[in-house]
C-alpha cells in the first residue's frame, strides 16, 4: 500500500523560507503517469494546489505562488520537496503531499503536516 | 475566493440523499474531469470520484458523481453518520493553469 509522509519544521519565522519533504513509500516515485503534489489547508479554509513535480523534474506551479515555489524530486531517495520562500503569515497552513494522475485526481495522500509562520 | 463554487452546508436525516453541487465555467469543469473528495475531521482528504463519474475501490456505491455543462454533482445516497464531512469537488483550469478546488461543503446528518 502506497504512503506518503511529509516531514519538516513545524514553525517558520516571516520571510525565511518554508522546506518540506514527502517520503514515499511502498511503491515507487518513478511510477510513469502520475504526478507528485503539494496541497494546503489554512486552519479552517478549503484546500489550494500548491505546485506538481513528474519523477523526470518536470514541474508546474499555481500562478499566484510561482514567483515563491520550487518543487524538486529525488528519485534515489523517493522523495520530493516543497520550497517556498519569502513566507508571511498567510502561509500558514496544513502542508500535505499528494500523488495524482494528470486529470488531476488525487489518490493518495500524506496525513499532512501544519506550518506555522510566526515569529 | 474559490472559482469552483459549492454551497457551505448541506444536511439530512439517516437514510436520505444529499446531493452537493459545484458550479464552474468552460475553462474548467466544461472542458476537464472532475473528482470529488471527502475530508472527516481532522484527517486527510479521500478520493471519492474522479474522472466525473467513477469510484476507486473500496468507495460504497452510494457515493455517486455526473456532471453536466459547467457543473458537477455528487450524490450520496443512504446517509450515515459517518458521512458527516467536508466535501470538495476538484478539476483542473486552462485559464488559471492550475488545479482548482471547490470551496467545500459540510455534509451534517440531522
Known amino acids: 500500500q502506497l504512503q506518503l509522509q511529509e516531514s519538516g519544521p513545524g514553525l517558520v519565522k516571516p520571510s525565511e523560507t518554508l522546506s518540506l519533504t514527502c517520503t514515499v513509500s511502498?511503491?515507487?516515485?518513478?511510477?510513469?503517469?502520475?504526478?507528485w503534489g503539494w496541497i494546503r489547508q489554512p486552519p479552517g479554509k478549503g484546500l489550494e494546489w500548491i505546485g506538481s513535480?513528474?519523477?523526470?523534474?518536470?514541474?508546474y506551479y499555481h500562478p499566484s505562488l510561482k514567483s515563491r515555489v520550487t518543487i524538486s524530486v529525488d528519485t534515489s531517495k523517493n522523495q520530493f520537496s516543497l520550497k517556498l520562500t519569502s513566507v508571511t503569515a498567510a502561509d500558514t497552513a496544513l502542508y500535505y503531499c499528494?500523488?495524482?494522475?494528470?486529470?488531476?485526481?488525487?489518490?493518495?495522500w500524506g496525513q499532512g503536516t501544519l506550518v506555522t509562520v510566526s515569529s | 475566493q474559490s472559482v469552483l463554487t459549492q454551497p457551505p452546508s448541506v444536511s439530512a436525516a439517516p437514510g436520505q440523499m444529499v446531493t452537493i453541487s459545484c458550479s464552474g465555467s468552460?475553462?474548467?469543469?466544461?472542458?476537464?474531469?472532475v473528482s470529488w473528495y471527502q475530508q472527516l475531521p481532522g484527517t486527510a482528504p479521500k478520493l471519492l470520484i474522479y474522472?466525473?463519474?467513477n469510484r476507486p475501490s473500496g468507495i460504497p456505491d452510494r457515493f455517486s458523481g455526473s456532471k453536466s455543462g459547467t457543473s458537477a454533482t455528487l450524490g450520496i445516497t443512504g446517509l450515515q453518520t459517518g458521512d458527516e464531512a467536508d466535501y470538495y469537488c476538484?478539476?483542473?483550469?486552462?485559464?488559471?493553469?492550475?488545479?482548482?478546488f471547490g470551496s467545500g461543503t459540510k455534509v451534517t446528518v440531522l
Open positions: 499528494a500523488r495524482h494522475h494528470h486529470n488531476p485526481n488525487y489518490d493518495y
Open positions: 511502498g511503491g515507487s516515485i518513478s511510477i510513469s503517469g502520475y504526478y
Open positions: 513535480i513528474y519523477y523526470s523534474g518536470s514541474t
Open positions: 468552460t475553462s474548467n469543469i466544461g472542458n476537464n474531469y
Open positions: 474522472e466525473n463519474n
Open positions: 476538484g478539476t483542473w483550469d486552462s485559464g488559471l493553469s492550475a488545479h482548482v
